[in-house]
């Protein structure tokens, strides 16, 4: 099916947490050759981190006005309060925008997000382009979808009122099920035994015929994710995920909190608390900007279970809230002040 020419495409990048999403968006921005874009960022937790990286970005085809963010709960969840504003915001925009992003949180379903748009309010001023999700590799290589289940599948295992898939499992399936297109990421850190092992995951779980495309950094061309024109909105019903029988849906298997920590000396340091965190505690996910003494960079620090990643992404300015601050997302009943006391030394 092809987008009528009068409505703006939007692409809907969808994927568990730390899979590389925004790591993509971002070189979307950088290779976007002239074509104005927006983004919407949904964020689970309380602070825009994934915002932040994007609008330091300094690219005149998608100036700060055109990123908004949604950090009040998954999108899935909140389409007609927070998802349809934010479009009529971006929408309004003079010069028009050529191509809409939007960004969903690790723990959002594509499907209820991409039914709204047949609403007939928002069906005649934008169409769905394609459904981009990405996996994470290296985790899939070893048989996850996340790089620690361990507390997961223990938590799990001691619940005998459970008799279906791992949330998280389900999520990950429901995502890969919306899937246009499937970026296998952080290829780089695998080898062609494990590239093949993820591989074979993702084919447990496509039902169409759906192309995988490995990427290292997020490097991949934009011709190559933009300008599917698949008006998905018309095909959604014929994707079948776990959750098409329910009415509404939680996510009460996560618990997401931010936290403040003094000024560090040395962020090899804060890496290895924020591992240690992931290995005692059940965090999935941190992520956030820190203050480190002496340097008039800032630090962005990102981790998925015990890999963590940091580098000077640019420099504080006079506008700027020289702090510390960390979004952390676990699993339910995460105990927040066993991770405050790890994170903050």
Known sequence: MNASVSR??????????????????????????????????????DVGIDGEILKGCGIDTCPEENIVELANGCICCTVADDFVPALDQILSRTPKVDHILIETSGLALPKPLVQAFQWPSVKSRVTVDGVIAVVDGPALADGKVASDMDALQAQRAADDSLDHDDPVEEVFEDQIACADLIILSKSDLMDTAGAARANAVIGEHVARAVKVVPTAQGKVDPSVLLGLGLAVEEDIENRKTHHDDELDHEHDDFDSFVIDIPSIANPDELAKR???????????????????????????????????????DRAWTAEDERRSRLVVIGLKGLNRPAVERILAG
């Open 8 to 45: 703006v495409p939007c692409t809907v990048v969808t994927g568990f947490l730390g899979a590389g999403k925004t790591t993509l968006i971002r070189n979307l921005l950088e290779n976007s050759k002239g074509k104005r874009l927006a983004i919407i960022v949904n964020e689970f937790g």
């Open 274 to 312: 924020v591992a240690l965190a992931a290995e005692q505690e059940n965090v999935l996910r941190v992520k956030g900007f820190v203050e480190v003494g002496g340097k008039p960079m800032r630090l962005l620090l990102q981790a998925v279970g015990p890999r963590v990643n940091h580098y000077y």
